[in-house]
């Protein structure tokens, strides 16, 4: 067993990326491009609508961290101090800065209400929904093909659908990739979240129950240990179950068409919504 799993981390190493795993970029909305937290220039863009974290290695979240505020929004997070204009209803395309090709694992996406401002919210309190999911896509062949090769075959990106009977309102939407290459480990599975802050606009009236974020993930899940170099058919996404009526987006990488500022706390309380919709880039 030990000497089969040295072989796999020679030739499945994170090595082509030395120690860079990857963080989101950039997220483009309606055509507009926001830029997310770098770790690799983190004083750039003060007012990024991506959470800021501490994980400057680019590295992931342990199962010694499910418990732990880590899981929540990433490593040291802080509150992103903008946040976006979205439909209900309206994509959000997520860019990773790379993604190693043996990192492989599901990739999910979660919202949470902030209620009135998500510059300010205690991150403790966000209460996290799925509103997608993509994990073993064909497992014929191991190690199977997951939404991880699905992200990277898209430019290392991801798109999500904001489900459109969402009601209206300021969320954190926190996509993830969990990396299951090392998962055979009793601490091997690494978890990557990232927040990024959203107003979300529209006329729906839903608020799905959500969990907090220590409570997304149980650190013994079976999913979470195991060796995806044996090959299986199935596999149980972890995290609660997504909520009713969401479609997995079919996924492509249209390029954004303008740069989009991002809408800060004052503006939103002083500008009635309908306004920033139309508008999103005068702030
Ligand atoms: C897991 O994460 C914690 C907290 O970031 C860290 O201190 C610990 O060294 C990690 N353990 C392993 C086995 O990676
Ligand atoms: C795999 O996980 C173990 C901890 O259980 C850690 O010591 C090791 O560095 C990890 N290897 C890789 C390739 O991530
Ligand atoms: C692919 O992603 C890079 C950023 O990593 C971006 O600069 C480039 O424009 C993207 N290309 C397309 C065709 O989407
Ligand atoms: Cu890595």
Partial sequence: MHSRYTTIIATFTCSSLVSAHSF?????????????????????????IGWSTTAFDQGYVNQTGYRTEEIICHRGAKNAKGHAPISAGGIVHVQWNGWPESHKGPVMDYLASCGESCE???????????????????????????????????????????????RPGFYVMRTEIIALHNASHEIGAQNYPQCINLQINGDGTELPQGVLGKELYDPEDPSLHLDISDGMSTYKIPGPTPIAGVETVTLSHPLPTGSGTPLTETETTTRPTSTVISDPVSG
């Fill in 24 to 48: 989101v970029s950039n997220i483009n909305i309606n055509g507009l491009y926001y830029d997310g937290f770098r770790p690799t220039e983190p004083a750039a863009h003060p007012i990024s």
């Fill in 120 to 166: 300010t919210i205690d991150k403790n309190a966000l209460q996290f929904f799925k509103i997608n999911q993509v994990g073993l896509v064909d497992g014929s062949k191991a190690p199977g093909l997951w939404g991880s090769d699905q992200l990277i075959a898209n430019n290392n990106s991801w798109m999500v659908e904001i489900p459109r009977n969402i």
